[in-house]
């Protein structure tokens, strides 16, 4: 995926969580010459709140697989279906999809597919989950 305006993307708490536990808070340049060094304490409060925000509301985030890696893992478990990249996009709105998979995949043998595309889901979303 190529993200083309960066100012636009979009990430999830999980992904920010991440990204901020990987990256150590950036420590205070020293003084150059006439510059003063930038002030990072609104820096240090956003990473600070954020924690907060983490532990109060969703603390069980903590505990599961970066997104990059789950997602990975599923859809390498899920090329043996030939699935288009409509068909693997994970959404809220699943329901939409397995509805086109059951027009693609007609008959008992296609339901049969569409039950062990769901079990390769359940069995991914399962060892995701934290012991």
Known sequence: MKILDPQAALLTNVEVHHFLENNPPRKPDKKSGAYEPVNLQEYYNVRKDFKQYIDRTTPHIKQF????????RVVDRLKKY??????????A???CVIDSLADRFPGDEG???????LAVLEQCIH???PA
């Open 65 to 72: 697989p970066p997104p990059e890696e789950f997602i990975s």
């Open 82 to 91: 030939d699935l288009t990249k409509t068909e693997l996009n994970f959404r």
């Open 93 to 95: 709105l699943a329901e």
């Open 111 to 117: 339901e049969d597919k569409i039950d062990s595309i």
């Open 127 to 129: 060892e995701a989950k």
